[in-house]
């Protein structure tokens, strides 16, 4: 890969003991890092990149009421429920109204999760590296949101198994690898599940990535088609609020 090769990045900050997962795509797909580590094990990392478009898997900012505002919610579907539950971004809702459980992020950042107050203190971070919003013109070095469970759900059409369970990996990894991501093929696995090694407990789960490399991985396949094919991609919000990018051109009315 060129030095100057631009390379697809995606950030999950929502991990536990290793609270940051990054993935690193580059310009044919080809899956070029992944690891886990602190925040700044990560800067550290994009720090040494020349080129490059970051997605990262959390708001840039808490929310600013959009929702509750007359104006913007002219154009929305009744809101279902009141109080706590309207204190979300225009986008989560957009998003929730079709099926899509995301997380949500109120209008004050201590009412934030930790996780969420964690992502805002990294796209800050970022900015100061030189990271600015995409697109913009004549930089190299750009940021964009995104949502791994809103990408799964609408990679596949609906929603997919719990993040967490070995199918919910499997699909996911498979979905992954069916958009031409050169990762580790997840049918592999079921090529060394004999009956054998099942009796005796041993699981090929190393052909299969953990949760939130999957997340990582699903962020990084954001930017590389929002810096390969933007016409491929969906923003889903509103621009002063935060909108969130998503790898399709539409949404299902359901999923």
Request: with cysteine.
């Amino acid at each position: 890969m060129p030095i100057d090769a631009t390379l697809f990045i995606g950030i999950d900050p929502s991990g536990g003991r290793k609270p940051f997962t990054y993935a690193a795509l580059d310009q044919n797909g080809k899956l070029v890092a992944l690891e886990a580590g602190e925040m700044e094990d990560v800067l550290t990392f994009l720090s040494g990149v020349p080129r490059a478009i970051v997605a990262v898997n959390s708001a840039p900012r808490p929310s600013k009421g959009l929702v509750h505002q007359d104006n913007a919610r002219q154009s929305l579907s009744p809101v279902r429920s009141i109080g706590r539950n309207l204190e979300m971004r225009l986008s989560e809702h957009l998003l929730r109204e079709r099926g899509i459980n995301v997380s949500l992020t109120p209008p004050k950042k201590e009412l934030c999760a930790n996780w969420i107050q964690t992502g805002f203190v990294f796209y800050r971070r970022i900015e100061a590296l030189g990271f600015q919003p995409f697109p913009t013109p004549n930089t190299t070095l750009q940021w964009i949101e995104t949502h791994p469970h809103a990408c799964f759900c609408v990679l596949l059409g609906q929603n997919p198994f719990s993040r967490t369970a070995l199918e919910g990996r499997l699909q996911r990894q498979l979905v992954l690898y069916e958009q031409g991501l050169e990762i580790n093929d997840p049918m592999d696995f079921f090529e060394e599940f004999t009956r054998h090694k099942f009796l005796r407990g041993i699981l090929p789960l190393d052909k299969i990535y953990s949760h939130e490399e999957l997340d990582a991985i699903a962020a990084a396949h954001t930017a590389f088609v929002a810096g390969r094919h933007p016409e491929r991609t969906l923003k889903v919000g509103d621009p002063q609020e935060g909108q969130i990018t998503l790898p399709v051109t539409e949404l299902k009315e359901k999923y």
